[in-house]
């Protein structure tokens, strides 16, 4: 049986990070191949950039790596951009991602992601930390 493919929201993998975190725990399922996580080159990027500005260079350089390297991080190129979210064209980026790589879910705690729930096609699974927390533990 496959791992679940999660796209997350950069605030999502943002808490988990520091072992100090109650989230700790996603880390560490994608550290020990339990999640399988996809990416972009956009994602990528935007997780350094916050990381960065959150923790430190070092630690967005050492995330950033581990992402790269990881055999159970997919790494994606879209070649079609949706543009289905109009209140935050970045949050793009996300869905862009999950449609390329056939991702089971979109995790966030975004409400800009809401307006997915409406659209019938491309069909994408958006779900909260907690439905999160309910499929993984």
């Known amino acids: 049986m496959r791992n679940l493919k999660f796209v997350l929201d950069t605030n999502i993998l943002l808490v988990s990070i520091s072992d100090e975190s109650q989230f700790h725990w996603i880390f560490n399922k994608i550290k020990n191949k339990k999640i399988d996580l996809v990416i972009s080159n956009d994602i990528l990027t935007e997780y350094n950039e916050i990381i960065s500005q959150k923790f430190n260079f070092f630690t967005a350089e050492y995330v950033c790596e ?30 862009d991602c999950a449609i390329a790589s056939n991702a089971d879910y979109i995790v966030t705690n975004d409400k800009h992601f809401d307006v997915l729930k409406n659209i019938e096609f491309p069909k994408i699974n958006i779900i909260n930390f907690n439905e999160f927390t309910a499929i993984i533990k």
């Open 66 to 95: 581990f992402l790269s390297l990881a055999s159970n991080v997919h790494k994606v190129t879209p070649y079609f951009f949706w543009n289905l979210i109009d209140a935050d064209k970045d949050d793009n980026k996300f869905v």
